[in-house]
């Protein structure tokens, strides 16, 4: 074998364990670019996903602040509502009481509650009814009569031209007072079922 043969078979194996080298190096680097774009897609979903997340999460934390303020809103506005319909009803009320008042049937209903309420409450004795002018004495006779039976003794009447509607019943210093005044005497109690009767007719 001649020298030139010799050298170019040496140049033909540099040649040769150079393209091995650069093949397995090409290889290599391409392994690790594929490595490298899985790992930057996986990291870009990751990424995508979390801020997604990020965004429902403030998404659903606005609407629930929104729901927050509408519901608190809907209740102010209730509140101011039920409250202009209280004092409306305050305003009204003794005018459509006394309307009871002057009307037979709703006033023997007024007398007997506050018959019940005082012989509930009440000992027995000489009873004091006070009213006003306009009480027809048919009427008195019947309460009368119901004081005669329940206690054992007829009430003493008196008139009070204060007392425009209803009556008061006491003896020895305590009192059932039904007149249009003492009913209207405990603001919190009939505003509590002013408000229950204005909300149950919403």
Do not use: K
Request: glycine share 6%; with cysteine.
């Amino acid at each position: 074998m001649t020298v030139r043969t010799r050298m170019q078979a040496l140049l033909d194996m540099v040649e040769s364990d150079r393209q091995a080298r650069c093949q397995a190096l090409l290889d290599q680097a391409q392994a690790e670019a594929a490595a490298l774009r899985a790992q930057a897609r996986a990291q870009a979903r990751t990424q995508v996903r979390e801020a997604f997340a990020e965004e429902r999460q403030r998404a659903r934390t606005r609407i629930a602040a929104a729901e927050a303020e509408l519901q608190t809103r809907r209740r102010e506005h209730a509140q101011r509502r039920v409250e202009a319909l209280l004092v409306r009803a305050w305003q009204r009320l003794p005018e459509v009481l006394r309307q009871r008042w002057r009307d037979a049937t709703a006033r023997a209903r007024w007398v007997r509650m506050a018959f019940d309420a005082a012989h509930a409450a009440l000992p027995p004795g000489d009873w004091v009814v006070t009213h006003g002018l306009d009480w027809p004495q048919a009427e008195r006779d019947t309460l009368a009569g119901l004081c005669r039976d329940a206690v054992g003794a007829e009430p003493r009447f008196v008139v009070d031209e204060r007392v425009d509607a209803g009556l008061r019943i006491g003896i020895q210093g305590s009192v059932v007072d039904a007149t249009l005044t003492g009913l209207l005497a405990d603001r919190d109690e009939i505003g509590g079922r002013l408000i229950g009767e204005l909300e149950r007719g919403q």
